[in-house]
């Protein structure tokens, strides 16, 4: 039962965090692409 | 679990290792396993054992950021990758059963220094492996003179075996099955032989043998990279040779330096990236010549 414990939770641990992280970046993209077209607008 | 006392000059080290191996995820899809379990054993001094088992989380993580990014740009073919790695599966185990047979060969002279062939054989293979690859980029770069958006046809769409099947994200989309596991099967074989992930065998097969563009090459790659890490860190978790408090700083960096490599590779041509790939590939050869030095001299 231990070793099932331990295989999760080095499954969880890496694979949690690519998707975080990379969900963290799109929405950092995300959010950067509209601040610029934002700022066009504006300048239109 | 592994227990590894991290220290802050190792979580810095760790830090900007894991970063280094990102951006080569990043880029051309490998796992990038060939450089990171020798330079965590030889820079911050990570037992062998535990360098390769956390060095598969690395490859995980950072795989399933790359691949998240990739699906969300279309250029995963997730069909042909699950072909590929269902002979990849058969074939690493092929490969381990040879390297367990080359147990039993005993020693070797190599320059008055006896070796085990185990250690030694499966090096001189890699070598020259990695010599024919960096042979073929180049021999590739140098003569090709077809232009970057001209249709692209891998020797697998020559081979007539049937069944075939369309991979539609192929500009010469029908190909044989059996081409395709069984080169799985080969690249497997190599990886369990060679105890390596395969991204950096994969990429230039893609490439040249399936006839993908650089960009899906190199997604595609990820997608096997992901699916063979996952086996990895299943099968080495219960032997203990992970280490949690290694991997996080791994991690971190790792993630954070695909972000920066998937970007690089969206801004480069498709010819660069081949041009860039050979730095890899060479890198891949300086780290296994040295492995042998050191074992000679």
């Not at chain 2, 185990?118 to 090096?123: C, G, Q, S, Y």
């Not at chain 2, 972000?259 to 780290?287: E, P, R």
Request: aromatic letters at 10%; hydrophobic letters at 50%; charged letters at 10%.
């Amino acid at each position: 039962m231990r070793i099932f414990w331990n295989v999760l939770f080095a499954l969880v641990i890496p694979i949690g965090w690519g998707v975080l992280s990379s969900w963290f970046f799109d929405y950092l993209r995300t959010r950067r692409g509209k601040k610029q077209d934002c700022n066009e607008g504006n300048n239109v | 679990m592994a227990v590894f006392h991290v220290t802050p000059l190792i979580f810095i080290g760790a830090l900007v290792l894991g970063s280094g191996i990102g951006v080569l995820t990043g880029l051309f899809g490998v796992g990038g396993g060939f450089l990171v379990t020798p330079l965590l054993n030889i820079l911050l001094g990570v037992p062998m054992s535990i360098a390769v088992g956390t060095g598969s989380l690395l490859t995980l993580g950072t795989s399933t950021a790359g691949l998240y990014r990739r699906h969300k740009e279309h250029l995963v073919d997730y069909k042909l990758a699950i072909v590929m790695f269902g002979g990849n599966l058969v074939g690493v185990r092929l490969g381990d059963s040879l390297l367990q047979s080359l147990k039993g060969l005993g020693e070797i002279a190599i320059g008055g220094t006896f070796l085990d062939a185990v250690d030694i054989i499966p090096k001189f293979v890699f070598i020259v492996l990695l010599a024919a690859i960096t042979g073929w980029i180049l021999y590739d770069t140098l003569h090709n003179t077809a232009q970057e958006d001209a249709p692209v046809t891998g020797i697998f769409g020559k081979i007539r075996i049937p069944p075939y099947t369309n991979f539609e994200t192929l500009d010469h989309p029908r190909m044989s099955i059996a081409a395709i596991s069984y080169f799985g099967v080969l690249v497997g074989f190599l990886t369990g032989l060679l105890g390596i992930g395969g991204g950096v065998i994969m990429m230039p097969a893609l490439l040249y043998l399936v006839g993908m563009r650089p960009h899906r090459s190199s997604a595609t790659s990820l997608a096997i990279v992901f699916l063979s890490s996952l086996v990895a860190v299943i099968s080495k978790v219960p032997q203990g040779d992970t280490s949690i408090p290694l991997a996080i700083p791994l991690l971190l960096g790792g993630t954070f330096g695909l972000q920066f490599g998937v970007s690089i590779c969206n801004k480069t041509s498709g010819s660069n990236l081949k041009k860039y790939f050979v730095g890899v590939v060479v890198a891949a050869m300086v780290v296994v010549i040295y492995n042998v030095i050191s074992l000679v001299f």
